[in-house]
């Protein structure tokens, strides 16, 4: 890896680790796993209690709702994954029950534990290069065309990302390139486990509402709309600003599991995803410092979908 961040981001993590006390950043990194198992038994329970009841409920004023609190629902284990990428749960490394929790939050959404540890990390030492950085260069739509990039709100993120990751991965060696593929083999199986399960069991109407529609539906949609509060509407010249700032808000926490201060968490990926909003309001004064504008998610969806604004670049100089 060239490590394109910290090439060019020093002086910025300097400017930093100049404008927060010591003893705050050390607070802000404190992990209390009791925290994150309250969140992630949570979003297990969530799991659980919306199959139940998309499987029974058939109208649809009272299942679509729920399928779209089961499609975020699915969506943020991928977000408790992050949690463990970072080992952001627990004071000391634990590295063989990080491995289980890996594996165990990978499999709702599908994926490889190995494959995203790796492209996620990756992304991180790579931050700010078109080629490097493997999201920017492999999953961010090369063409700036409004009906391709709704295509990644649709079930066809699937074989787009799959199609990402299996270029990357290409690169790996080859005995992570069999650890990814047997982790996906297993996570594709039991997808097809519990589509299959919910057909016996329920029939079709219950494994569309319970399964096809959230997974295939509304994930895409939380996906890309996460994205988008990510790094599309940036600050190209700065490092400090090539993540979004996104404003905190009370129902965006709640629905992304606070993923949605992803600036934060570039600026100190070691700190748990609970103590993100406390973050923000901690580097408030930065931000105004280096000149950051706030986004909203209404204004970002304004921009990439009504006017075709390109990823990666500052909207408002277009």
């Known amino acids: 890896m060239s490590h394109y961040y910290s090439a060019h981001a020093a002086p910025f993590l300097a400017d930093l680790g100049a404008a927060l006390p010591r003893e705050v950043v050390r607070a802000l990194h404190r992990k209390q796993p009791w925290r994150h198992a309250l969140v992630a038994g949570r979003q297990f329970g969530l799991l659980?209690?919306?199959?139940w009841a998309l499987v029974g409920a058939t109208h649809p004023l009272v299942w679509i709702p729920i399928a779209l609190v089961q499609g975020f629902t699915v969506f943020n284990f991928t977000v408790l994954l992050h949690?463990?990428?970072?080992?952001?749960?627990?004071?000391?490394?634990?590295?063989?029950?990080e491995r289980l929790l890996g594996y165990l939050y990978a499999v709702p959404s599908g994926i490889s534990a190995s494959q995203f540890t790796r492209w996620h990390l990756d992304h991180h030492a790579e931050l700010g290069s078109s080629d490097a950085d493997p999201k920017r260069h492999h999953l961010s739509p090369r063409r700036n065309a409004r009906w391709f990039k709704l295509l990644y709100c649709t079930a066809a993120l699937f074989p787009i990302y799959f199609r990402a990751a299996r270029r990357e991965s290409a690169t790996y060696p080859a005995a992570l390139q069999r650890t990814i593929a047997r982790e996906r083999g297993?996570?594709?199986?039991?997808?097809?486990?519990?589509?299959?399960a919910l057909v016996v069991l329920s029939g079709w109407g219950a494994a569309l509402r319970a399964?096809?529609?959230?997974?295939?539906?509304?994930?895409?949609?939380?996906f890309t709309l996460n994205r988008l509060g990510q790094h599309y509407n940036i600050e190209p010249r700065d490092p400090a600003g090539w993540s979004t700032l996104m404003r905190g808000h009370w129902f965006w926490d709640v629905a992304f599991l606070n993923s949605?201060?992803?600036?934060?968490?570039?600026?100190f990926p070691g700190?748990?995803?609970?103590?993100?909003?406390?973050?923000?309001?901690?580097?408030?004064?930065?931000?105004?410092?280096?000149?950051?504008?706030?986004?909203?998610?209404?204004?970002l969806l304004w921009g990439w979908f009504v006017l075709n604004k390109r990823p990666h670049t500052d909207w408002s100089r277009e």
């Open 271 to 299: 700190v748990p995803f609970y103590r993100l909003p406390q973050l923000q309001r901690v580097l408030t004064p930065f931000y105004a410092s280096r000149g950051l504008a706030w986004r909203s998610y209404g204004a």
């Open 260 to 267: 949605n201060y992803h600036l934060e968490h570039h600026y």
């Open 211 to 222: 399964y096809v529609v959230p997974v295939f539906g509304v994930f895409p949609i939380a």
């Open 186 to 196: 297993v996570s594709i199986a039991a997808h097809l486990a519990v589509l299959a």
């Open 83 to 97: 949690e463990v990428v970072h080992h952001a749960i627990f004071p000391a490394r634990r590295p063989r029950l």
């Open 48 to 51: 659980a209690l919306c199959t």
